[in-house]
């Protein structure tokens, strides 16, 4: 993998016509776009459609947590539109991975890899008592990346900071997708648990989630190249 194909840039917006013109100028500067929440209740699947094409990746993080028979349905709507990664939330529980990696497994040579969402990057150790749990982020981190290992898939969704334990308790197979990247030229913004590329990969990321440093930067694809090289430095 070059290092310009771990990049996937997060387009956090709900115009269809801004995230098209993003996703022209990136091509061949980036290995894939991912595509949240925010863009597809406003756009649906046809507007997922309309501004990937056919050739750019997709990661489709729709963060699927439900009862096991809701996250099929879903799942099975969601590879229609042939993403190279989705994603399930490991808080829905055994019974829901193994029924979404089964799910992911019918598409046979053609399936996405599966990864669960482990811990918001934005939360805190503080923050994990108001929500009801005693351990801290990276345990809490941790044990879910073992549980999605355990019901069948490919990686998980974390943090820089629960990188390096991750990946020695789940092994070089198990992909970690990791958000929470900031160049050290680029502003924090509201993600707390943050790295830059170069740490990231150094600490075992397979992929890289980038949003604002691009996306927001007043030449995106000089900031694209500008990661690329970083990544591409030993």
Wanted: proline share 5%; charged share 25%.
């Amino acid at each position: 993998m070059s290092p310009y194909e771990r990049i996937f840039v997060a387009l956090d917006t709900m115009d269809s016509g801004c995230a098209q013109k993003m996703i022209a100028k990136l091509s061949g500067h980036i290995g894939g776009v991912k595509i949240g929440k925010e863009f597809f209740t406003a756009n649906g699947p046809q507007g997922v459609r309309t501004v990937i094409g056919e050739k750019q990746p997709l990661f489709l993080d729709l963060k699927f947590h439900d009862i096991p028979n809701t996250v099929i349905g879903a799942l099975r709507s969601a590879m229609a539109l042939r993403p190279i990664i989705v994603n399930v939330h490991a808080l829905g529980g055994a019974a829901m991975l193994r029924a979404a990696a089964k799910t992911v497994s019918e598409a046979g040579s053609s399936r996405p890899l599966l990864i669960a969402v482990t811990v918001l990057t934005s939360l805190e150790d503080k923050d994990m008592a108001d929500i009801g749990f005693r351990s801290s982020v990276a345990d809490q981190a941790i044990r879910l990346a073992q549980l999605a290992q355990d019901c069948g898939l490919d990686g998980v969704v974390c943090s820089p900071h629960e990188l390096s334990v991750i990946r020695e308790v789940c092994g070089t197979k198990f992909k970690l997708v990791v958000p929470g990247i900031r160049p050290n030229w680029a502003v924090k913004g509201d993600q707390k648990r943050i790295t830059t590329p170069r740490q990231a990969v150094d600490l075992g990321a397979d992929y890289l989630v980038i949003g604002r440093p691009i996306t927001e930067d007043e030449n995106p694809v000089l900031a694209a190249k500008r990661i690329g090289e970083e990544l591409s430095d030993t």
